[in-house]
């Protein structure tokens, strides 16, 4: 309660979480490294987050020589892909190969798990080795989280059926005889 009411009582500032995509695209590049939508509202009008994404560097770095060095990672979680686009000597330092297999193994994989944070978190780790010369640190693991069912196997369903069988049919059985019973204990009173 105290919590909400601290909220609620909060002076509400500018915050990129709270933009829609065309607050976002005309306010320029964010002052710090990143910005995060919480409010899931960026890319609903785009169908192509390589379009957005093209979009968004554009406006922000209008001329090649501002966003010679820039780079953008979208991801777009009602869809489950991300997209990773730059200037040219942005793709060029991290190389094609690094950006294809972070848009291809890093981004999708993990937001179809919905490790949305891990994924940005393992694609920037990805993209700074790349920038920095340093080896790439590969595809982060995915944990095979195989349930097992809680259903019985048709083995195990025949091999009960007995006893499944005797205990339908006494309640059917009671269900019919208890009421008749009554019925005929009321009746011979009178």
């Given at each position: 309660?105290?919590?909400?009411?601290?909220?609620?009582?909060?002076?509400v500032?500018?915050?990129?979480?709270?933009?829609?995509?065309?607050?976002?695209?005309?306010?320029?590049?964010?002052?710090?490294?990143?910005?995060?939508?919480?409010?899931?509202?960026?890319?609903?009008?785009?169908?192509?987050?390589f379009?957005?994404?093209?979009?968004?560097?554009?406006?922000?770095?209008?001329?090649?020589?501002?966003?010679?060095?820039?780079?953008?990672?979208?991801?777009?979680?009602?869809?489950?892909?991300?997209v990773?686009?730059?200037?040219?000597?942005?793709?060029?330092?991290?190389?094609?190969?690094?950006?294809?297999?972070?848009?291809?193994?890093?981004?999708?994989?993990?937001?179809?798990?919905?490790?949305?944070?891990?994924?940005?978190?393992?694609?920037?780790?990805?993209?700074?080795?790349?920038?920095?010369?340093?080896?790439?640190?590969?595809?982060?693991?995915?944990?095979?989280?195989?349930?097992?069912?809680?259903?019985?196997?048709?083995?195990?369903?025949?091999?009960?059926?007995?006893?499944?069988?005797?205990?339908?049919?006494?309640?059917?059985?009671?269900?019919?005889?208890?009421?008749?019973?009554?019925?005929?204990?009321?009746?011979?009173?009178?």
């Open positions: 309660l105290a919590l909400s009411l601290a909220l609620s009582f909060t002076p500032t500018a915050n990129n979480a709270l933009a829609s995509e065309f607050d976002v695209i005309n306010e320029g590049p964010p002052k710090d490294a990143y910005v995060v939508d919480d409010a899931g509202v960026l890319s609903r009008s785009k169908a192509d987050a379009e957005y994404a093209d979009q968004v560097l554009e406006k922000w770095y209008p001329s090649v020589e501002e966003g010679n060095n820039k780079g953008i990672v979208v991801l777009v979680t009602s869809q489950k892909e991300g990773i686009t730059g200037g040219p000597a942005f793709v060029q330092v991290v190389g094609e190969s690094v950006l294809d297999a972070t848009v291809s193994e890093n981004l999708p994989v993990l937001a179809t798990e919905e490790k949305y944070n891990e994924a940005l978190l393992s694609s920037a780790k990805r993209l700074v080795a790349a920038i920095d010369g340093l080896p790439d640190p590969g595809v982060p693991t995915v944990k095979d989280n195989k349930r097992e069912s809680n259903f019985k196997t048709k083995e195990e369903t025949y091999e009960k059926r007995g006893q499944f069988t005797l205990v339908v049919g006494g309640l059917l059985v009671i269900a019919f005889v208890v009421p008749m019973a009554q019925y005929f204990a009321y009746v011979s009173r009178k």
